[in-house]
């Protein structure tokens, strides 16, 4: 039999609360792009070591962003290129 206290915690834990991996999810991309402070990086690591499927989702990430670099290529536009799309940026904001 579930008691009151039971019932709102399970009702607060739904809504308000972030889960674990839901927390890693967040912040992957941070750790990802090596933009994660260093307490965000010990709690990924410290969570992938235990959680495969967070684990998994970050080697998937690691390699998505590897197959991508690897097939792009920096390109130098000329100055005036890069001044006109500033400016029609900078119009439609």
Same mark, same amino acid.
């Given at each position: ?19 674990? +991996? ?31 499927? +967070? ?39």
């Amino acid at each position: 039999m579930e008691t009151e206290f039971t019932e709102v915690y399970q009702r607060m834990s739904d809504e308000g609360k972030e889960t674990e +991996c839901e927390k890693v999810a967040n912040i992957l991309d941070l750790v990802i792009d090596g933009e994660a402070s260093s307490d965000e990086q010990h709690y990924f690591n410290s969570h992938i070591e235990e959680c495969v499927s +967070c684990f998994e989702s970050h080697q998937k990430q690691k390699l998505l962003k590897s197959i991508i670099s690897g097939h792009l290529k920096r390109v130098i536009v000329p100055e005036q290129l890069a001044h006109s799309i500033k400016v029609r940026i900078q119009e439609t904001v």
